[in-house]
C-alpha cells in the first residue's frame, strides 16, 4: 500500500482531473470508508488540509460508483 500512497502522491500534473488525482480519490475513499483510516491521518500524508480529503473521499466513492470500481485494498 505505501508504494501506491508514493504513486499518488506524486505527480508533475496539478488538478483534479489527472488520473493522479483519481488514484488519490480513490486510496482516500476506500483508506476512509473500508479501513477506517482518520481524516487527519490521510490529510498529513497526502499533504494536503482535512476539508480537501473529505472532497477526495466525496469524490473518489463518485468515482468508484459511477465505474464501478472494485478496489481490492
Same mark, same amino acid.
Given at each position: 500500500? @505505501? ?5 499518488? *502522491? #506524486? #505527480?508533475?500534473?496539478? *488538478?483534479?482531473?489527472? +488520473? ?5 480519490? $480513490?486510496?482516500?475513499? %476506500? ?7 482518520? #481524516?487527519?491521518? $490521510?490529510?498529513?500524508?497526502? *499533504?494536503? #488540509? %482535512? ?7 466525496? @469524490? *473518489? +466513492? ?9 478496489? $481490492?485494498?
Amino acid at each position: 500500500m @505505501q508504494a501506491i500512497f508514493d504513486w499518488a *502522491g #506524486s #505527480s508533475e500534473k496539478k *488538478g483534479g482531473a489527472n +488520473e493522479v488525482s483519481k488514484a488519490k480519490n $480513490l486510496i482516500a475513499y %476506500r483508506a476512509s470508508k473500508k479501513l477506517g483510516i482518520t #481524516s487527519k491521518e $490521510l490529510a498529513d500524508y497526502f *499533504g494536503i #488540509s %482535512r476539508p480537501a480529503v473529505s472532497y477526495c473521499i466525496k @469524490q *473518489g +466513492e463518485i468515482h468508484a460508483k459511477h465505474h464501478n470500481v472494485n478496489l $481490492l485494498l
